[in-house]
């Protein structure tokens, strides 16, 4: 792997109670150039929405304040 992709680190934005939210606001956020993935996405599947506290979003830690920005202002409802 790409050394400059294992010294990335990433912080969660935001944890979504489902899925579909999460890879819309994710797929936004792309769109802005802001290198973001969902994690826990096949855990939900496996042990049920009780066991988990939901999706979470996470974002380069470098464009943290970008993604917090765009996230506030144009997406959250």
Do not use: C
């Not at 579909?20 to 802005?32: F, G, H, Q, S």
């Amino acid at each position: 792997m790409n050394k400059e992709l294992e010294n990335r680190k990433f912080v969660t934005l935001e944890t979504f109670s489902n899925l579909w939210t999460a890879e819309v606001v994710k797929n936004r956020l792309i769109e802005e150039g802001i290198n973001a993935h969902i994690i826990d996405t096949n855990v939900n599947y496996s042990f049920g929405p009780t066991v988990l506290e939901g999706y979470r979003l996470q974002v380069e830690q470098a464009q943290y304040l970008k993604a917090l920005n765009i996230y506030k202002n144009t997406l959250h409802e």
